[in-house]
């Protein structure tokens, strides 16, 4: 078949399955943006997509995507959620983009770092409260994306992230090559760690491996391939996790039929109802099932005839 041919004849469309709704753990391949993996489900018919926090097109491993109602859950698990990375920097090198995909801004010699110096400092990550956010990043200055900026020469202000690093281990040291890995809070540049540390010793170093091994609360354990599920987007439904996992930390409270139906219509019920001992959430919050089904997002708040369990957000189709 020629190219014109090939070219004129019809596109196979994916199987469209139904609108799902529950949370799948993506293993996300290394190369494709994370929308563009979004992208591929959506062809699967899922409308009604979002994501956890992205991962850069040089990472791979867990992309939480949100399908359905569960794409309301996408503020919670992004603000509260801890991070697991496992990575590869290169000492001697700097670049635009603080990764290996970006330009080459220096070269240096790396010859007078020793093992030691580098387990120092990734140790030091742990000590670190902020960091500088790369200039190629999705975070926003008078409302662009800073990489739209970079991309066109414009001059933006030097930002500054907070973050936590509970955990920083240094798994191998092959000079100039690190591995290392982080536990971390949500939005912490891994990126911005190997550019800070390669500064400090006086070399430079840019990202050139990363694996997201754990977004809470899910593990790569519990990740599907994407190829798998475009190969046979059966799995699809069959990955998919109920709403209330990924809240596992979140009182629980278990409505009768007749709170239900005053839930759907968006009216409080009262806290009379214990929540289960499931955790403790933020800002009274808790989670409001209906026969073990998640049904709404709800706060805890004082009303003339006593406490009860407004609706922040509701979860029923």
Same mark, same amino acid.
């Given at each position: 078949m020629t190219n014109e041919e090939t070219a004129a004849a019809p596109q196979t469309r994916p199987p469209q399955l139904p609108q799902l709704h529950g949370v799948l753990v993506l293993n996300k391949p290394s190369g494709p943006t994370s929308a563009r993996c979004l992208t591929a489900l959506k062809r699967l018919g899922q409308k009604k997509i979002g994501h956890a926090g992205t991962l850069d097109p040089l990472a791979s491993g867990v992309l939480l995507v949100l399908l359905g109602q569960a794409t309301k859950l996408s503020s919670h698990l992004m603000a509260g959620g801890g991070k697991v990375y496992s990575g590869v920097l290169r000492l001697g090198r700097t670049t635009d983009t603080w990764d290996c995909q970006g330009q080459v801004l220096t070269e240096a010699p790396w010859e007078h770092v020793s093992e030691g110096d580098v387990r120092r400092e990734i140790s030091l990550w742990q000590e670190a409260r902020e960091q500088p956010v790369p200039p190629y990043s999705a975070a926003k200055h008078e409302g662009q994306p800073l990489y739209k900026l970079a991309r066109k020469g414009a001059a933006a202000p030097a930002?500054?992230?907070?973050?936590?690093?509970?955990?920083?281990? $240094?798994?191998?040291?092959?000079?100039?090559?690190?591995?290392?890995?982080?536990?971390?809070?949500?939005? $912490?540049?891994?990126?911005?760690?190997?550019?800070?540390?390669?500064?400090?010793?006086?070399?430079?170093?840019?990202?050139?491996?990363?694996?997201?091994?754990?977004?809470?609360?899910?593990?790569?354990?519990?990740?599907?391939?994407?190829?798998?599920?475009?190969?046979?987007?059966?799995?699809?439904?069959?990955?998919? =996790?109920?709403?209330?996992? &990924?809240? /596992?930390?979140?009182?629980?409270?278990?409505? $009768? /039929?007749?709170?239900?139906? =005053?839930?759907?219509?968006?009216?409080?019920?009262?806290?009379?109802?214990?929540?289960?001992?499931?955790? $403790?959430?933020?800002?009274?919050?808790?989670?409001?099932?209906?026969?073990?089904?998640?049904?709404?997002? &709800?706060?805890?708040?004082?009303? /003339?005839?006593?406490?009860?369990?407004?609706?922040? =957000?509701?979860?029923?189709?």
């Amino acid at each position: 078949m020629t190219n014109e041919e090939t070219a004129a004849a019809p596109q196979t469309r994916p199987p469209q399955l139904p609108q799902l709704h529950g949370v799948l753990v993506l293993n996300k391949p290394s190369g494709p943006t994370s929308a563009r993996c979004l992208t591929a489900l959506k062809r699967l018919g899922q409308k009604k997509i979002g994501h956890a926090g992205t991962l850069d097109p040089l990472a791979s491993g867990v992309l939480l995507v949100l399908l359905g109602q569960a794409t309301k859950l996408s503020s919670h698990l992004m603000a509260g959620g801890g991070k697991v990375y496992s990575g590869v920097l290169r000492l001697g090198r700097t670049t635009d983009t603080w990764d290996c995909q970006g330009q080459v801004l220096t070269e240096a010699p790396w010859e007078h770092v020793s093992e030691g110096d580098v387990r120092r400092e990734i140790s030091l990550w742990q000590e670190a409260r902020e960091q500088p956010v790369p200039p190629y990043s999705a975070a926003k200055h008078e409302g662009q994306p800073l990489y739209k900026l970079a991309r066109k020469g414009a001059a933006a202000p030097a930002k500054v992230k907070r973050m936590e690093i509970s955990q920083a281990d $240094t798994l191998d040291v092959s000079l100039p090559f690190v591995r290392f890995r982080v536990a971390c809070s949500s939005g $912490t540049y891994i990126r911005s760690l190997a550019h800070s540390l390669g500064m400090r010793l006086g070399c430079g170093a840019v990202l050139t491996e990363l694996t997201r091994e754990y977004s809470h609360p899910f593990g790569l354990d519990a990740a599907r391939d994407l190829r798998d599920l475009t190969a046979d987007p059966a799995l699809l439904a069959a990955s998919l =996790r109920p709403i209330a996992s &990924a809240l /596992p930390h979140w009182p629980r409270v278990e409505l $009768t /039929p007749e709170q239900a139906a =005053r839930v759907r219509n968006g009216i409080a019920v009262s806290c009379a109802a214990t929540p289960s001992d499931n955790g $403790t959430a933020e800002d009274d919050l808790a989670l409001l099932l209906v026969q073990g089904e998640a049904l709404a997002l &709800a706060r805890r708040e004082d009303a /003339p005839g006593g406490p009860c369990w407004a609706v922040l =957000r509701g979860l029923w189709n």
